[in-house]
């Protein structure tokens, strides 16, 4: 699988595209904070056939261009990955998000629900149960003193993500791969912006419209997400009309990596319903 960049109003996107052109609708697989499209790699594989899949990094994760001032909120991400669709002919499409991509995916289906043909939230940013603790504790250090150190927050980041992981060499390479983005002076200027703009507000607003989701629904979750409690997941699958709920056993928050398989088989259910 080779990937591209694409040019969106003078940001480029990363994006690869892989699977197979068919009868089948596209899907579309989003990421979370503060991880990239590398999340899915072991999903993709386990797709069913006869379906365009797209794996993207948001603007400013992964080999994405930074924001340069551009906005990082739910609704501004998905506008891009409507942008990013448009670019790529693709006129609807199952959309598959991860944290804070789940966001993202809730803003698509109800600000453009003509885009999505299908939904798949796992371990979700929903309501209010989210930024996490640590992430949190950075923004009020970085609200009172205007500054972070930056070695303390990627310790910090390193650690909290850990927590999230079912497999601990697993989780050693892709933090690795996730942190290196936001290592370098520009990086951490990112990766501060990020910090600011997450904001369970958004949340809150989308919440009051989920009952408006038309589009077939499938909510997956790590039974021992550490970070978003499977209660949070239960209460967001019971606001989506007829969502499905898929508990995954053993599992802490990062789902795909962890239970590939599981993420494979839930959506491609859910392609069929």
């Known amino acids: 699988m080779r990937g591209e960049f694409i040019d969106l109003d003078g940001a480029r996107l990363y994006y690869y595209a892989a699977g197979t052109r068919g009868v089948g609708e596209p899907v579309v ?13 072991d999903v993709i594989p386990l797709m069913p056939q006869g379906h365009r899949l797209v794996v993207l990094d948001l603007l400013g994760y992964g080999r994405s261009d930074p924001p340069a001032g551009r906005p990082l909120t739910l609704r501004a991400h998905a506008e891009r990955v409507v942008a990013l669709m448009d670019s790529l002919g693709i006129q609807q499409a199952c ?10 995916a809730q803003a698509m289906a109800i600000h453009a629900p003509a885009r999505v043909t299908r939904l798949a939230l796992i371990d979700s940013v929903a309501f209010t149960g989210w930024p996490t603790r640590d992430v949190r504790l950075a923004r009020t250090v970085l609200r009172l003193t205007g500054k972070v150190p930056p070695r303390w927050v990627l310790a910090v980041l390193r650690a ?22 936001f290592t370098s002076d520009e990086g951490r200027a990112v990766f501060l912006q990020h910090l600011r703009t ?31 409690s499977l209660r949070l997941g239960r ?38 319903r």
Do not use: C
Request: hydrophobic residues 40%; aromatic residues 8%; negative net charge.
């Open 95 to 104: 959309v598959v998000g991860h944290d804070l991509g789940g966001g993202v």
């Open 198 to 228: 997450l904001d369970s507000r958004e949340t809150r607003e989308l919440a009051q419209r989920l009952g408006e989701i038309a589009a077939p629904t499938a909510v997956v979750w790590g039974a021992h997400d550490p970070f978003l």
């Open 235 to 272: 209460r967001l699958a019971k606001s989506i009309p007829n969502a499905m709920l898929e508990i995954v056993p053993g599992v802490r928050h990062f789902v795909p990596e962890d239970a590939p398989r599981a993420v494979a088989n839930t959506v491609g259910a859910l392609l069929q």
């Open 29 to 41: 697989f989003i990421h979370g904070f503060p991880t990239s499209g590398h999340l899915w790699t």
């Open 160 to 181: 909290d993500l850990e927590r999230g992981y079912s497999d601990a060499s697993r989780a050693v390479h892709s933090i690795d791969r996730y942190i290196r983005p």
